[in-house]
């Protein structure tokens, strides 16, 4: 296999050290631009104090966010589904560690600036207490949270898999079934979080 599986034991090792080892493998300065780029828009928005930018900011990132969401299940799974065991290992282990740093950086920001956007200061006032505002927040930040610990976790597994010693082909399709399963709820609750997004203002 063309993969090196020298890093393979990094799977052991713990959240820092399995984070230093990603960037390395994303390439560090792509790691830190995943989130620099987008948050440097969130943090322009402060000090030219513009609710446009803010807004722009919120829905570009969620446009990537939500994109991506639905790209992965529908044509980068079965993509690689579809190649041989070597090339889809190859474009497994160049591929994950970019997707986990950029997919975190647009959905942080995402979910900060809509978190921004409730408030009367620099946003348009919706406040914390409605009922649209605390869904929301809840389904958004949520939804962040299940990003994490589901279907990042899930594209990890496979990619530390593919670098392990003896990859096991039968696990990594069943870790591709559940991707597929992941993807698909992810993007029916953002296609949710988009109506309710524009429930706002109507
Ligand atoms: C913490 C979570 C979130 C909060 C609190 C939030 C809040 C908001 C607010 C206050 C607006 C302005 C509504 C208006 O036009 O008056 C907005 C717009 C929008 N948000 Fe979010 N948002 C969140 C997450 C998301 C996510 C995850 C996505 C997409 C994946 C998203 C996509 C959009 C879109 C497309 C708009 C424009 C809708 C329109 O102007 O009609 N939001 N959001």
Same mark, same amino acid.
Request: glycine share 10%.
């Given at each position: ?45 402060? =000090?030219?104090?513009?609710? %446009? ?6 829905? =570009? ?20 589904? @579809? ?6 290992? $190859? ?28 408030? $009367?200061? *620099? ?14 927040? @809840? ?21 530390? %898999?593919? *670098? ?19 993807? *698909?709820?992810?993007? =029916?609750?953002?296609?949710? *979080? ?9």
């Amino acid at each position: 296999m063309a993969v090196s599986h020298e890093t393979g034991r990094v799977a052991e090792g713990n959240v820092v050290e399995r984070i230093q080892h990603l960037a390395d493998a994303a390439n560090p300065a792509f790691a830190a631009g995943s989130f620099l780029v987008p948050l440097a828009f969130f943090a322009m928005s402060f =000090a030219v104090a513009s609710t %446009e930018l803010l807004f722009y900011t919120h829905v =570009a990132a969620g446009a990537v966010w939500f994109g991506f969401a639905l790209i992965f299940p529908a044509i980068i799974g079965p993509t690689l589904g @579809g190649l041989g065991e070597e090339a889809s290992a $190859a474009v497994t282990a160049t591929l994950v560690p970019k997707a986990v740093f950029f997919l975190v950086g647009f959905s942080l920001t995402t979910v900060l600036s809509g978190t921004v956007l409730l408030t $009367a200061d *620099l946003g348009f006032g919706y406040g914390f207490s409605e009922t649209w505002s605390s869904v929301a927040l @809840g389904v958004g930040w949520g939804l962040f949270a299940f990003g994490l610990a589901v279907p990042h976790r899930l594209q990890l597994s496979a990619y530390y %898999e593919t *670098l392990s010693p003896d990859p096991d082909a039968s696990r990594l399709e069943a870790i591709e079934k559940k991707n597929l399963v992941v993807g *698909l709820f992810e993007a =029916a609750v953002m296609l949710g *979080l988009i109506v309710l997004m524009t429930g706002f203002r109507l």
